[in-house]
């Protein structure tokens, strides 16, 4: 591993969990269109068939509440954008608040299995969101259920563990000065990892993201889970894959981001 990759810093939602952030933004934005903001919304170019998950990745995937929420209300030329952002943002909480809570969302496979597979290998990991949410996610994942499910078997995962447990470093939730696309996320990430950037390499379902972590001098593994391949491409990535199984753990170690043989 002395030339390989020392730290590996993951997204959250999208990457590692299929949360229900895209649902709460939607239904919320819904809720206010034929409710409290009925009287303008035949102003807007707003109807609910238009948010798609395409638009969430594209204008709103990896940013904080409230910047989120005034770019999904400008992408539908909502008036008063900037105001009305706080409200929607709220109402997008209190709804993903409940759909937490009732474990409405599920870990994907291929990250678990990824993310194990990658500290087996002794490669530190951290998990870097901008959403305040991903500490719960994180939390409720249990590693040990999953290992056991599989049968798969790694001594550093103990009865109990959660995703959380095995975390070198958690950055998530932050109030950073600049959000995604800056790197400001995910080079205090490695500073806690304690790994340089170019010996660290990110892991990103958002073009966004992916910007964020080639602005910071880093390695972009683009995971395209919604038919956005050629978006993340173009953003920068260093490799594009639809599944994390796709990777070539002997690449890591070498420091590169290489397809896994078929």
Known sequence: MANG???AIFDVDGVLVDSPHEQAWRDGLQQLMENEWSD??????????????KVYQAEMSGMPR?????????????????????????????MIVDLIEAKEFHAYPDALRFILA??????????????????????LVRLDEFAEQKGLSYGFVEPGYTLLDILDA???????EQGKPHPMIFLTAAEELGTSPENS?????????????KAGEMAALGLARADDEQALADAGADIVVTTLDDISLDGLAEGRLDKASS
């Open 5 to 7: 990759f020392r730290g």
């Open 40 to 53: 303008i919304r035949g102003q807007t170019s707003y109807s609910p068939e238009k948010f798609t998950p």
């Open 66 to 94: 409230y910047e989120g929420a005034q770019a999904a209300l400008e992408y539908f030329d909502v008036p008063d954008a900037e105001e009305r952002a706080q409200e929607y943002g709220d109402k997008k909480q209190t």
């Open 118 to 139: 990658v500290k087996e290998a002794g490669i530190l990991v951290a998990a870097a969101s901008s959403s305040k949410n991903a500490g719960a996610f994180l939390r």
């Open 170 to 176: 958690d950055v998530s939730g932050r109030d950073f």
């Open 201 to 213: 390499f990110v892991i990103e379902d958002a073009a966004n993201g992916v910007q964020a972590a």
